[in-house]
Nanobody, 122 residues
Framework: QVQLQESGPGLVKPSQTLSLTCTVS??????????WTWLRRSPGKGLEWMGS???????YYLPSLRSRTSISRDTSKNQFTLQLSSVTPEDTAVYYC??????????????WGQGTQVTVSS
């Protein structure tokens, strides 16, 4: 039912800001009790929950990334975005958007985007 699609540049220069957009279809990002999440997978850290935005607009971030991370939304476009500032090559990863993620020892979400590769390189 729900489809999510990541979009944005595949290459970002070090020290710049990584910006990605997740376009959602088949569900509203303002629908009650859904949350919308950014995650990434890298060789160094595996699958990492980065942060989420709730249907209310409240945001939550991984503490280690909070200072560099901003999640926002455009409800008119049914999109939410990720901005990760001051990137380094260690931020190179496949970035995913997803819905309703539960994070314990594993990350489980009910819907995922296909992921998009972002490389940080000069």
């Amino acid at each position: 039912q729900v489809q999510l699609q990541e979009s944005g540049p595949g290459l970002v220069k070090p020290s710049q800001t990584l910006s990605l957009t997740c376009t959602v279809s088949g569900g509203s990002i303002t629908a009650n009790y859904n949350s919308w999440t950014w995650l990434r997978r890298s060789p160094g850290k595996g699958l990492e929950w980065m942060g989420s935005i709730a249907y209310s607009g409240d945001t939550y971030y991984l503490p280690s990334l909070r200072s560099r991370t901003s999640i926002s939304r455009d409800t008119s476009k049914n999109q939410f975005t990720l901005q990760l500032s001051s990137v380094t090559p260690e931020d190179t990863a496949v970035y995913y958007c997803a819905r309703d993620c539960s994070v314990t020892d594993t990350v489980k979400c009910d819907y995922w985007g296909q992921g998009t590769q972002v490389t940080v390189s000069s």
